[in-house]
């Protein structure tokens, strides 16, 4: 069976720090993958989302950046963290096509 | 652009109560509605994925209606619980896309 990994759970950073989250997936091959954001109150932003190894399509210009290293593997950054860079991080995947799409646990991440 | 609607943000029913949560889609040409569930401080779970040639699906309690012409779905919850609190969100794919559009959510409380 396919899992979602995502790690941290939480993280507290200062502004201007560097951030680094992780996400992989288990059982499965080529899925697509995304990273959503989630600000309190807010609806679900798509942030970036990946076809294939290399493939990023950003959604929403901003401070942050996302990498594909390998095929089920995300990784969003950030090189100088901002306080509205604050929020819950989700990532997400899913197989091309008609297919559901299923959710990591998320990270909640604090900008101090 | 898509655009997703979810009223009312907020709804507090009695428990055992039958109830109705609506989402409303501008663009038609959909290529398939999901509903998800969210607890607190959680990630998504998937509850009901539904196909553009599709007009309801159903698990358990719960029954997702599609109606593309209307760009409307609902999701009928029988026999309401206070475990059915949480945030309920839908979300549209359209033809030729991998991304999917979320709405703002529904948060739901089952007054014991």
């Known amino acids: 069976s396919q899992t979602i990994h995502q790690w941290p759970a939480t993280l507290v950073q200062p502004v201007g720090s560097p951030l680094s989250l992780e996400c992989t997936v288990e059982g499965t091959s080529n899925p697509n993958l995304y990273w959503y954001r989630q600000a309190a109150g807010r609806g679900l932003q798509l942030l970036f989302y990946?076809?294939?190894?290399?493939?990023i399509s950003s959604e929403v210009p901003q401070n942050l950046s996302a990498s594909r290293p390998q095929d089920r593997q995300f990784i969003l950054s950030s090189k100088k963290l901002l306080l509205s860079d604050s929020g819950f991080y989700l990532c997400?995947?899913?197989?091309?096509?008609?297919?559901?799409?299923?959710f990591g646990a998320g990270s909640r991440l604090t900008v101090l | 652009k898509q655009e997703v609607t979810q009223i009312p943000a907020a709804l507090s029913v009695p428990e055992g109560e039958n109830l109705v949560l609506n989402c409303s889609f501008t663009d038609s040409a959909i290529y398939n509605l999901q509903w998800f569930r969210q607890d607190p401080g959680k990630g998504l779970t998937s509850l009901l994925l539904i196909q553009s040639s599709q007009r309801e699906q159903t698990s358990g309690r719960l029954n997702a209606s599609l109606d593309k012409s209307s760009g409307r779905s609902t999701l009928y919850i029988a026999a309401s619980q206070p475990g059915d609190s949480a945030t309920y969100l839908c979300a549209v794919r359209i033809f030729g896309n991998e991304k999917l559009t979320f709405g703002t959510g529904t948060r739901l409380t089952i007054i014991p």
């Open positions: 990946s076809v294939g190894i290399g493939q």
């Open positions: 997400a995947w899913t197989l091309a096509g008609a297919n559901v799409l299923t």
